[in-house]
């Protein structure tokens, strides 16, 4: 399979995620034009972005999944777009090599087109992304074409958008139906006729991911939509298992930090009661000269 780039090398832009496209015509030496899936991973803050970029990763999304994963809302819809830029903010100081992408928050686009266009400035300038997301399909090609025409890359979000969680009911998989096939792909290729150069799709049945990756010239980043998309996406907190209770059946747990955590908080607890913590060796020490001035300290003193 042909590796371009290859991870942990150069800067990941743009034009490389659109060359990652699988093209019958590329001069891939693969059958099919055969390309390396894009992967891309959340990000919401300094430390995790510098561990996610160092591992390799294409793309670091700062969603507003930030919303419930980090800042404990029931819903993304609260998010605003200060608080996106806090955390956008942080993740460009930990991100060398990953494209930064970072989503619009509710709101942020739903009021006139110029204001709009101003926000996605905002994340831009003031919080160093390089590329925003925007959540909806056929409604978005306006904004999509003016957000590209101001020279900020944008990637589509359709499928099931959690921001249409009043209008859509919940949170159900999306296409199921003929009809609501046709929807996404509608949507899917409108964001691309706008000017997207990549599209999630987010709980749609594989065949319906599987259609829609074929169709169009752009890479589609899936998410509960099966294998066949050109990349795949997964929230930080799900992958690395720190989002509590049941987590939707397309997450992958690679690791199991919930209870890593809990565990280290209370051996830390127990060794502070029963005096183990802190030892003799993790405390610093006066001069010599300097020990049998100094009263030793009796409990009474504390
Ligand atoms: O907000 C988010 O994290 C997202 C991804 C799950 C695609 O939109």
């Known amino acids: 399979m042909s590796v371009a780039p290859d991870a942990?090398?150069?800067?990941?832009?743009?034009?490389?995620?659109?060359?990652?496209?699988?093209?019958?015509?590329?001069?891939?030496?693969?059958?099919?034009?055969?390309k390396q899936k894009i992967t891309c991973i959340t990000a919401y803050d300094y430390p995790t972005a510098r561990?996610?970029?160092?591992?390799?990763?294409?793309?670091?999304?700062?969603?507003?999944?930030?919303?419930?994963?980090?800042?404990?809302?029931?819903?993304?819809?609260?998010?605003?777009?200060?608080?996106?830029l806090h955390h956008v903010r942080a993740v460009r100081r930990g991100t060398q090599r990953a494209l930064l992408v970072a989503d619009m928050p509710y709101g942020s686009f739903h009021v006139s087109l110029d204001e709009s266009v101003r926000n996605a400035v905002r994340l831009v300038k003031e919080g160093g992304a390089e590329a925003v997301k925007v959540e909806g399909g056929e409604r978005r090609i306006e904004l999509i074409a003016r957000l590209v025409e101001a020279e900020i890359p944008v990637m589509g979000h359709v499928g099931l958008t959690p921001q249409s969680?009043?209008?859509f009911g919940g949170f159900h998989v999306r296409g199921k139906t003929r009809d609501a096939a046709r929807q996404v792909e509608r949507d899917a290729r409108a964001v691309e006729a706008a000017g997207a150069f990549a599209v999630v799709l987010e709980s749609v049945p594989r065949e319906v991911a599987a259609h829609v990756t074929q169709q169009l010239r752009i890479p589609t980043i899936g998410i509960g939509a099966g294998p066949d998309c050109d990349g795949q996406v997964l929230v930080f907190h799900d992958l690395v298992g720190l989002t509590e209770g049941r987590t939707p059946k397309f997450v992958r747990r690679y690791a199991h930090l919930s209870a890593d955590i809990s565990r280290a908080v209370s051996e830390y607890c127990s060794d502070v009661r029963s005096g183990k913590f802190?030892?003799?060796?993790e405390s610093y020490h006066s001069a010599t000269e300097l020990r049998e001035k100094i009263p030793a300290t009796s409990s009474s003193q504390r």
């Open 278 to 281: 802190p030892s003799d060796a």
């Open 165 to 167: 969680i009043n209008a």
């Open 51 to 84: 561990l996610v970029d160092e591992a390799g990763v294409d793309i670091l999304l700062v969603g507003d999944s930030l919303g419930m994963v980090v800042l404990g809302y029931d819903s993304t819809l609260p998010v605003t777009l200060d608080e996106m």
């Open 8 to 34: 942990g090398s150069s800067k990941v832009t743009v034009p490389d995620i659109l060359s990652r496209k699988p093209d019958s015509l590329s001069s891939s030496s693969e059958p099919n034009g055969a």
